[in-house]
């Protein structure tokens, strides 16, 4: 078994050997800025690859990789220029989003960097109509798990609260929900004055 490879093993010395006596390791060589600057683009190109990032996300991402911030800055607008990081396009793809309310999609365009005018501008194009029949279907396909609860409409309600619906979209659709059950499944006992504020 001796003399032969094992991955993850280092190469035994001979017997007998001093381990002052091994060569030095070589120093490795300094990049050049252009080196460095093709490394941290083709970084930002794998990046990207495996997913739509803001511009934030990216720049953390680079901060990891280089201390320089003028090669950072030239990185991200290379990237720019080139179309393939856009905080439009990734807003608008956070925004059409099905099964999320218009809170969640805020939350998320927060925690992802983006600014307050484009996520003000991305969840007022949410169309409301849209989002409330979401919460319809939802409902729907999911009511069979309420049922069992011992309070299905608060249930449901914060099922659907916790993908960021709002109250105001949540309750005229239970209540409608509720309202089309047939006779021995209607709710009793639920309160009628949950409004949303």
């Known amino acids: 078994m001796t003399g032969r490879y094992r991955p ?22 300094e990049r ?17 690859g495996q997913r739509a990032l803001t511009q ?6 680079l901060e990891k990789r280089s201390d320089d911030p003028d090669l950072i800055a030239a990185v991200l607008a290379r990237v720019q220029e080139l179309g393939y990081q856009d905080d439009t396009q990734v807003a608008r793809a956070e925004g059409a989003r099905r099964g999320v309310g218009s ?14 005018d484009l996520i003000r501008e991305t969840v007022d194009a949410r169309d409301p109509d849209a989002e409330a029949q979401v919460v319809r279907e939802l409902l729907a396909r999911r009511w069979s798990s309420f049922a069992r609860k011992r309070d299905p409409q608060a249930s449901a309600f914060s099922f659907l609260a916790r993908r960021g619906f709002t109250g105001n979209v949540i309750w005229p659709a239970i209540r409608e929900h509720v309202a089309g059950l047939p006779e021995g499944e209607d709710m009793d006992g639920s309160p009628e004055d949950w409004d949303a504020e």
């Open 103 to 116: 809170l969640r999609v805020r939350q998320t365009l927060q925690r992802r960097g983006l600014t307050d």
């Open 32 to 48: 050049t800025p252009q080196e460095q600057r093709d490394a941290l683009i083709g970084y930002a190109f794998r990046a990207l």
């Open 56 to 61: 934030a996300e990216l720049r953390a991402k």
């Open 8 to 29: 993850g093993r280092r190469p035994a010395r001979p017997p007998g050997a001093d381990p002052q006596d091994t060569p030095p390791a070589r120093p490795a060589r």
